[in-house]
């Protein structure tokens, strides 16, 4: 996943990571077997983010992920 994402796409990847739970707070208990496909989303839109991100940002990745 190395590929750069077109305007609107990566508007609604922010908006998703804006109401999407950190990784902590995924359970098995709160998100039953499910769990583990959720943790992978979360993975994946971060990476995305990432990789999208402009470079003067990317030395506050830590920052922003938390």
Known sequence: MSEKMNGPALNALKIAFT????????????????????LDHIETVREMLLINMPMHLSQFWPILIV
């Open 19 to 38: 109401y999407m739970p950190k990784s902590i707070e995924v359970t098995k208990y709160e998100y039953g077997d499910d769990y583990k496909k959720i």
